[in-house]
């Protein structure tokens, strides 16, 4: 398990490419990214993630030790970045390798769901018209109720 | 002493991200009343506890938990990780 938080991007091709390596016993390997994205009706100059460090390490771990528990997974990496970014940027990817695809896909969508409202970030949309933090959604914390 | 930490809108609307707090109390809802009456800032930062989350030493948790060796409460709104 490698559980990063860091404000500089990273590449999620060399990300994917060393997480899928050295493992012969893995025959899926899953990758979502979360990308900063522009609405062309209220345009973002750019989106500032706050977080709570120390929690924030502790909640990741937490979230992917239960991914581990509950999927038979050979490995699991998440990483997150907080401070300013632009439209495009890349915020945050998780990648799981399992023997089967199904526990790869699952595990993934359960990272995701948890890491939405159980990772303490904070994101804030700065656009032309203004500066606003996103609101939690209720159907964010519906998806939990599915796993 | 507990170190009392607020995060996004929380720790705009009252101005700080951390302070040290020397309180008694024996609850999170009872440090969260008194700091509601030491300002107004405070007071409206904490006027609907239903848009706010508690970490008690990084864990979340509810506002009746216990502080009893608590060294660290954060004060946050919903969380928009991913």
């Known amino acids: ?29 899953v ?16 989106m500032v993630i706050e977080h709570y460090p120390g929690m924030t390490e ?13 999927w038979s997974l050979g490995d699991v990496l998440v990483i ?3 401070g300013p970014m632009q439209p495009g940027e890349m915020i945050m990817m998780v990648a799981t390798a399992a023997p089967h695809r199904r526990d790869a896909f699952e595990a993934a969508e359960y990272l995701m769901d948890y890491l939405k409202s159980r990772a303490p970030f904070w994101k804030k ?7 606003n933090w996103v609101a939690a959604k209720d159907e964010d914390e519906d998806a939990l109720t599915r796993w | ?11 705009e609307r009252i101005g700080l991200a951390r ?31 239903s848009a706010l989350r508690v970490a008690v030493d990084q864990d979340l948790t509810d506002f009746d938990a216990p502080l009893s060796g608590a060294r660290e409460v ?9």
């Open chain 1, 80 to 82: 997150h970045r907080f």
């Open chain 2, 74 to 82: 954060a004060f946050f709104p919903p969380m928009t990780g991913g």
């Open chain 2, 1 to 11: 002493m507990i170190d009392v930490l607020y995060f996004a809108w929380v720790r």
């Open chain 1, 125 to 131: 949309e700065q656009g032309v018209e203004g500066e």
């Open chain 2, 19 to 49: 302070e040290q707090v020397d309180t008694n109390a024996a609850t999170v809802a009872d440090l969260v009343a008194e700091l509601r009456a030491r300002e107004e800032r405070y007071d409206l930062a904490f006027s609907d506890l």
């Open chain 1, 58 to 70: 502790k909640a990741l771990e937490k979230i992917a030790t239960e991914a581990q528990a509950r």
């Open chain 1, 1 to 29: 398990m490698r559980i990063v938080v860091q404000q500089i991007p990273f590449d999620l091709g060399a990300e994917a490419n060393a997480f899928a390596a050295g493992r012969t016993d893995m025959g899926a390997i």
């Open chain 1, 31 to 46: 990758t979502f990214s979360g990308v900063v994205r522009d609405d062309p009706a209220h345009p973002l100059r750019q």
